[in-house]
């Protein structure tokens, strides 16, 4: 009985200590966050926020250049190293190289599964072909997607429309989201939105993991403030 009680004290005692570290744990943190506000915040002037907020620090583009000259150019930088692997993850790889930051997985594998059978290696052409399928395939994909969501035909979606298929697609957009990036790209915020436009929304959400410029120019600020080597890496 006594050794029970003593291991009932034992982890009575155990608990406690952990709660107490916890709690310090949180404390901790939050100055941490309230530190960090005061040491970086006055550093960033008025006219530098305005400069994030147009995205004039930096941004992602609404479109990527996915030109045959910007393809072989892609190879040629990859194939310097030697052979170009047709493996799935360097495949992978490719399609970042060429610009496609955010990869559609359910795409690529279709392309492995039909496709690449049989290949080992990419040649010149076999990279062509295959940068050229995942660009026609995922199209295909966006444009079924639209059309979906198009149910008047009109060629147009609206606000609503937009935010509902990017919830189907498991896109959660936050809180205004939806029509500072219609402004963005349609130049306002209650226009509607050709198929064009939702390739380039469609685009920067994936691209940006769904931040606005707004939002994105202001970690951009951030970053340029604390990131002070030169080599795009902190540690």
Known sequence: RRTEAARQCQRVARAFLAGVLLVQ???E???ASEEAKRVYAPTISAEEADLADQGALGSITATIDFDDEHTLAAFKKMAAY???SAEPANLLRVLKMVGHQNVNAEVLDMIVKEEMCGRSFLDEEDFMNFVNSYETRRQ???EEQFRTSDLDGSGLI?????EGLLRRLGITPGTGVVPELIQEVCGQK???VSFENYVKIHTILHERSGFTRREYGRLRLFWIKVETSGTGLMN
């Open 140 to 142: 295909a994909l966006l």
């Open 29 to 31: 943190a939050m100055w």
């Open 158 to 162: 609206d606000a609503e429309e937009l």
């Open 82 to 84: 030697g052979e170009i």
């Open 25 to 27: 744990l949180h404390q």
């Open 190 to 192: 209650g226009a509607e």
